[in-house]
């Protein structure tokens, strides 16, 4: 089975997002390089966070022409104190964050033998445990503006139990208990906090490392619809979830996967 053509994705105009602030964690590459376009065509002012240089400042210069051109910060966000310091740098230059993405994740695979205390520390910690600090970093600022959106990333490998991804699956089932505890802590104060749960999205990265002729077929053919979902399709939904269109949808798991439910 082959991919149907491809049909470009034009996204929906929010004019509330225009002038909002926005960060976007993990936002040089993949999924998140794809928001940072999408929230800097809807006249966001957009800083986004990563440690691959290149690419994020490859990214930073290829929009440097748009009318709020986004801004790269280098950030380890398993570095605590880094967190701590660059949303304090961003709230002191900018002003507080109004949209939270917490994109950033490593989806590397590992045998159950093979994991160590230290592995699985670092596995949380680039996966799930900055998605908190994150949260917790611009609550502040939203609970005084009196309201504000934070988005978390999950995925949709733990529903399908994949293989040899143990951790990463771990990390990716709390975001959605994470979720739903931000959303109920946060929601008197007008913070809404939803999860996007990505299916096999076809980043460079994926391909190169991950996707086979034999995988791509078999995900195809596990999906309802028969086309490979894209970067700007997790895109657009997250455009919709932090803007005012969806200002009653919080707590909640939305899936942008064409319908996969495995082999």
Not at 122 to 134: G, I, K, P, W, Y
Not at 183 to 203: E, F, H, Q, Y
């Amino acid at each position: 089975m082959t991919a149907a053509a491809r049909k470009p994705v034009v996204y929906a105009t929010y004019p509330d997002l225009a002038g909002k602030r926005v960060v976007i964690t993990g936002g040089g590459t993949g999924i998140g390089a794809a928001i940072v376009d999408a929230f800097v065509k809807q006249g966001a002012h957009v800083v986004f966070l990563d440690i691959q240089d290149e690419a994020s400042k490859a990214l930073e210069q290829s929009l440097a022409g748009a009318q709020c051109p986004p801004r790269y910060i280098r950030c380890d966000l398993t570095e605590l104190e880094s967190v701590g310091a660059v949303f304090q740098q961003i709230e002191r230059e900018l002003g507080p964050v109004e949209v939270l993405v917490n994109n950033a994740a490593n989806d590397n695979r590992h045998q159950v033998e093979d994991v160590t205390a230290k592995y699985w520390d670092d596995s949380l910690a680039v996966n799930l445990r900055h998605q908190f600090f994150c949260a917790q970093a611009v609550a502040p600022g939203m609970k005084a503006a009196g309201g504000g959106v934070i988005l978390n990333f999950g995925s949709i490998s733990w529903h399908l139990a994949l293989g040899k991804l143990s951790l990463y699956m771990t990390a990716k089932a709390a975001i959605e208990g994470l979720t739903r505890g931000l959303a109920r802590d946060l929601g008197a104060d007008g913070i809404r906090v939803n999860c996007i749960i990505p299916g096999s999205i076809k980043t460079p990265r994926q391909m190169a490392l991950w996707h086979s002729p034999e995988d791509e077929a078999a995900i195809l053919a596990a999906q309802c619809l028969h086309e490979r979902v894209e970067p700007d399709d997790v895109a657009a939904l997250t455009l919709f979830l932090a803007s005012g269109n969806a200002a009653r949808c919080s707590g909640r798991d939305y899936f942008v996967d064409a319908g996969w439910y495995g082999s």
